[in-house]
């Protein structure tokens, strides 16, 4: 498995940015397709952004479509994801979380490796 640890969380207003990011520790990073999720408080794990291994294939969930973009190093083994027009509805935990399988996938069940988690407040 691959160690994920999630960087770039803060408190911004609506209509703000900000760029998580996520460091892999392994030798094999290109091998693994990225994807983000976030949970708000009292909900369910939501499908955000998913990205193949080199980057070909990218998959967004339809809130953020247009406002948030995902990207990958894979020579810095991290992946990124910028969030732009952010609204108040956008708060959540953010996790980083990583696939071995060639298959590009957006349900939580199909990612083996996890990150901590980093906190994302918007206020209104």
């Known amino acids: 498995q691959v160690q994920l640890v999630e960087s770039g969380g803060g408190l911004v207003q609506a209509g703000g940015s900000l760029r998580l990011s996520c460091a892999a520790s392994g030798r094999t990073f290109n091998r693994y397709s990225m994807a983000w999720f976030r949970q708000a408080p009292g909900k369910e794990r939501e499908f955000v952004a998913a990205i193949s291994w080199i980057g070909g294939r990218i998959y967004y969930g339809d809130s953020v479509k247009g406002r948030f973009t995902i990207s990958r190093d894979n020579a810095k083994n991290t992946v990124y994801l910028q969030m732009n027009s952010l609204k108040p509805e956008d708060t959540a935990v953010y996790y980083c979380?990583?696939?071995?399988?060639?298959?590009?996938?957006?349900?939580?069940?199909?990612?083996?490796?996890w990150g901590q988690g980093t906190q994302v407040t918007v206020s209104s």
């Open positions: 979380a990583a696939d071995t399988s060639s298959f590009l996938h957006t349900s939580e069940t199909d990612f083996g490796s």
